[in-house]
């Protein structure tokens, strides 16, 4: 008998699921790949696009390249889990599975922020940041505020790398000194775990004129008096806002038995959630650690061994350590690097690689590697 595997979302951690278990058990599994959308994107593609980097079809990776022993790819929205049954119903059919793994990744609520929908613009969806490149192409000088809405939020560092990567923008189009650039971000630094990280971007933003605001986020904006108002009420002047949205559960997890205190809860070890063979991986979990792609797909390698365990008998594998590599755009074609573990020890455990042009080598390898093992490109 095959087992049936299905997979929800794919995002970073159901495509490296995906693929490892493609590679491994091949025809012995049934693998399912189900996302509502025709194509992937790199988050921090998103930023490429933004700026004029790169073309919104020269991003887009599409699904229906996926070509993998075992699995099927279907295009289709998911309206109900039933993780007792590991039932799963979407617009077009019901499915059932003997492994269910839920990586359906951290959806935005933006009409938490009042204003935003009406006046801001947020980049962190792929329909946002791909609107943002008109709007910034066009855009003749002001205020310009980069404002985090809450906690959690995905890719910590991504408002710090928007905020450099915009200076170089604004100069490029010779309009840096008809603009202000504010960052404000609920974190005490850019980047907590790497204190030399969090001084290297804090050293670049002093060298750029961006004013920096920690500890605070931006809770409403009033484009009537030109202002982005912050958690202490403090006033930031804006003419433009580039905003990151509220985090949320995907609609069909909000009122999920799977869900607890808005995200799902899993086992560090095996990212199992309370369901017996029901696993979840990524941005949709309360693991722990930032939410990030490097981190959702180091899950769904700790997953996918555990799946494979189930499926062919042998040891479990060993706990999820929640560790990767992050690299951080200090603009200029700079990149930066942070290697941390985040489990494996009493305390976070980070090393950071100064900016360099050699590691945009690195982060470029990064993506094709991705590309090419997920989609054969
Ligand atoms: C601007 C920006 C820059 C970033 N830069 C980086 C970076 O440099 N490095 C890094 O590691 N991370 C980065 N990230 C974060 C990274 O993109 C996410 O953390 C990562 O994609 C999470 O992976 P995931 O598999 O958990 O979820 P996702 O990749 O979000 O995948 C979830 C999938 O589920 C699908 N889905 C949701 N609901 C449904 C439904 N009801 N039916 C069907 N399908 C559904 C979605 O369409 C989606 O494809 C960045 C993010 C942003 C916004």
Known sequence: MKYRVLVLGAGFGGLELT????????????????????????????????FGKQLPESVRLPYRSIAKPGVTFRQETITEIDPVAKRVTTNAGVYEADILV????????????????ESGHEFYTVEGAFKLREVLANYEGGD????????????????????LMLHDFLTERGIRDKCT?????????????????????????????????????????DFSRGVAVLDDDKELPCNLFLGVPKHCLPDVLK???LAENGWIPVSPINLMTKFPGVYSVG?????????????????????AAAIIAEVQGGDPPPP???????????????????????LSGETVQSHYHGASTDLLVEKKLFGSSRKSRWFGL
């Not at 091949?26 to 693998?31: E, S, V």
């Not at 504010?182 to 670049?204: D, F, H, N």
């Not at 693991?287 to 899950?299: L, N, Q, S």
């Not at 929640?322 to 941390?340: L, M, P, Q, S």
């Open 102 to 117: 839920i990586a359906l990744g951290a959806d935005y609520d933006l009409s938490a922020t009042p204003g935003l929908i």
């Open 19 to 50: 693929t490892i278990l493609s590679e491994t058990l091949g025809n012995q599994a049934d693998i399912t790949l189900i996302d509502k959308n025709d194509s992937f994107t790199f988050g921090y593609s998103k930023l490429d696009v933004m």
């Open 255 to 257: 009122s999920s038995s």
């Open 144 to 163: 310009v505020v980069i404002g985090v809405d809450s906690w959690p939020y995905k890719c910590p560092p991504a408002p710090c790398e928007t905020a």
């Open 283 to 303: 941005d949709v979990t309360s693991v722990g650690i930032p939410k990030a792609g490097i981190f959702a797909e180091a899950a769904a390698k700790v997953a």
């Open 181 to 221: 650039i504010s960052l404000v971000m609920p974190l005490s630094k850019p980047i907590p775990p790497s204190p030399p990280s969090s001084e290297a971007i804090l050293e670049g933003f002093r060298e750029r004129g961006i004013s920096y605001y920690p500890l605070t986020c931006v809770k409403q904006l």
């Open 320 to 342: 999820f350590t929640g560790a990767g590599t992050c690299y951080i755009e200090f603009g200029g074609g700079r990149i930066g690097k942070i290697d941390v573990d985040f």
